[in-house]
T-cell receptor, first 112, second 114 residues
Framework: DVKVTQSSRYLVKRTGEKVFLECVQD?????MFWYRQDPGLGLRLIYF???????EKGDIPEGYSVSREKKERFSLILESASTNQTSMYLC???????????FGQGTRLTVV | DQQVKQNSPSLSVQEGRISILNCDYT??????FLWYKKYPAEGPTFLIS?????DKNEDGRFTVFLNKSAKHLSLHIVPSQPGDSAVYFC?????????????FGKGITLSVRP
């Protein structure tokens, strides 16, 4: 089965720090996504990438950037972490002709 | 503008009974619909999907029904089990091609009472 691995399960960072969340998939998928999950708000798309070095903004890109230098790796960057970015971050990948996306285990980020 | 709506935030059912989770959508371009299940501190896992050319898809205890004219789908779980207690997300996509993305609802928390 597809494996999507996020680099950390739990992170605690200070306000103003630059934060990197890493995600790696092993199925040669073209599409990769970053979502955040918050109570009562569901899963909201931050950014996605459909090819190496290609990226598109999702619904809530403010305060975030992404990097996709290799097909298997998609990084989410919090340029200057703020407390309202405390959340569960979920990475997903999907083949080009597929509907189903596969998710990583999530990173619970706390910004203090 | 919320394109995928799960209007009931929670549902509680007795073990062995049917659970019915509802989802509505507003974008008529959506052609594919999926349900995901999520436990706390884990990533969502895929449950079942349906395309707009069908009105029903079944997989074991899980059945998804699609009413395209009403822009409504539902997930039926029969019989419900305590291990089904989780958050269920409805998701939709307009197509399967390159750079297609899933739009999710807010989720429904299902509690199955023993």
């Amino acid at each position: 089965d597809v494996k999507v691995t996020q680099s950390s399960r739990y992170l605690v960072k200070r306000t103003g720090e630059k934060v990197f969340l890493e995600c790696v998939q092993d199925m040669d998928h073209e599409n990769m996504f970053w979502y955040r999950q918050d109570p009562g708000l569901g899963l909201r798309l931050i950014y996605f990438s459909y090819d190496v070095k290609m990226k598109e903004k999702g619904d809530i890109p403010e305060g975030y950037s992404v990097s996709r230098e290799k097909k298997e790796r998609f990084s989410l960057i919090l340029e200057s972490a703020s407390t309202n970015q405390t959340s569960m971050y979920l990475c997903a990948s999907k083949g080009g002709g597929a509907v189903r996306a596969f998710f990583g285990q999530g990173t619970r980020l706390t910004v203090v | 503008d919320q394109q995928v709506k799960q209007n009931s935030p929670s549902l509680s059912v007795q073990e062995g009974r049917i659970s019915i989770l509802n989802c509505d959508y507003t974008n008529s371009m959506f052609d594919y619909f999926l349900w995901y299940k999520k436990y706390p501190a884990e990533g969502p896992t895929f449950l079942i999907s349906i395309s707009s050319i069908k009105d029903k898809n079944e997989d074991g205890r899980f059945t998804v029904f699609l009413n395209k004219s009403a822009k409504h789908l539902s997930l039926h779980i029969v019989p419900s089990q305590p291990g089904d207690s989780a958050v269920y997300f409805c998701a939709a996509s307009p197509y399967t091609g390159a750079n297609s993305k899933l739009t999710f609802g807010k989720g429904i928390t299902l509690s199955v009472r023993p």
